[in-house]
């Protein structure tokens, strides 16, 4: 049985055929045109292509990002079930790492260029919480130095943690600030341990104080998340920035998964802040990612 949840910019709306209390266990959930399409059944299983695999998700992150885009998942971990006819490195069996879209399922057929494998002694929901975060973080300061003061928003969503850490393991200063921020003081405790040198709430970012900071530091790297943000906020961060400063829009900033991740998770060198909510939930998890009221990464445990 399938049923349809729509979803709008700050709140969710169910369509008449909604029947939540019918479905007892999700099995996958698409993308349609009404928005997406929750089904309980398995449907028809999708053959596997030479370079493809078949994967038993795991967990995968539910995030803002996802939502408002209408993307049904797009990164994930998972266990090997069957491997196309040219995929020589990863066996049936292994865990893997994955940045597909379509990880909102309990079964998955995914491209063996998108996975990386993981160690089983890590947990899924640990590893699909960061590990993508953190390739792009890395990825976004692989340029930094000593020299550098990186400016980001949003910095209690799951970018927020994994960017302080790239940019401190540079040597680069860190001035962070909120959006939306649930329970302010214990992030900005969480973000400053992490290394953030500031730490402010959006609404504070107009304040002379604030900008004076600014001034005085100006960002030569300003990382925006537009969406969910106030237009005086990401005018304030873009006009105090420094001369030359390379400002990356984090919506369509992309990355492929970096290997470093693993070990520097292991090391307890990144770590995320994350909530995990059981797949079933999936439904009753949307409004609180689409209000951007998770701290960290919200994970789905299959």
């Known amino acids: 049985m399938n049923t349809i949840v729509s979803t709008s910019s700050r709140m969710i709306r169910f369509a008449k055929s909604f029947r939540p209390l019918q479905v007892r266990s999700v099995h996958s959930v698409t993308a349609g045109k009404s928005g997406f399409e929750v089904s309980d059944e398995a449907g028809k299983e999708k053959k596997v292509g030479a370079q493809q695999l078949r994967l038993k998700m795991l967990a995968s992150t539910l995030s803002f990002e996802d939502v408002v885009g209408k993307v049904p998942g797009s990164s994930g971990v998972g266990v090997v079930e069957e491997v196309g006819s040219k995929v020589s490195d990863i066996k049936a069996g292994d865990r893997v790492a994955v940045v597909h879209s379509g990880t909102w399922t309990r079964s998955a057929v995914v491209d063996a260029s998108a996975a990386s494998q993981v160690p ?16 792009r973080a890395l ?72 900008k004076s900071v600014l001034s005085e530091t100006p960002a030569t790297m300003l990382v925006l998340s537009k969406a969910g943000a106030s237009t005086e906020a990401i005018n304030t961060l873009s006009s105090a920035s420094a001369k030359g400063c390379k400002t990356i829009d984090l919506e369509t900033a ?32 949307l409004p609180v990612v689409e209000s951007m009221s998770v701290n960290g990464s919200l994970v789905l445990k299959m």
Do not use: C, M
């Open 120 to 135: 089983a002694d890590l947990a899924a929901e640990d590893i699909a919480s960061v590990i993508y975060e953190a390739s």
């Open 139 to 210: 990825d976004i300061t692989s340029g930094l130095s000593s020299t550098d003061v990186l400016v980001h928003n949003y910095a209690n969503g799951p970018s927020g943690l994994p960017l302080i850490q790239a940019a401190k393991q540079k040597g680069a200063k860190v001035i962070s600030v909120l959006t939306n921020a649930v329970d302010y003081a214990s992030i900005a405790k969480k973000l400053k341990a992490a290394g953030s040198d500031v730490v402010v709430d959006e609404g504070f970012v107009d304040s002379e104080t604030f």
């Open 254 to 285: 992309r990355s492929e998964l970096n290997p470093e991740v693993v070990s520097l998770l292991k090391d307890g060198k990144i770590f995320q802040e994350k909530s995990v909510v059981s797949f079933d939930e999936f439904v009753s998890a």
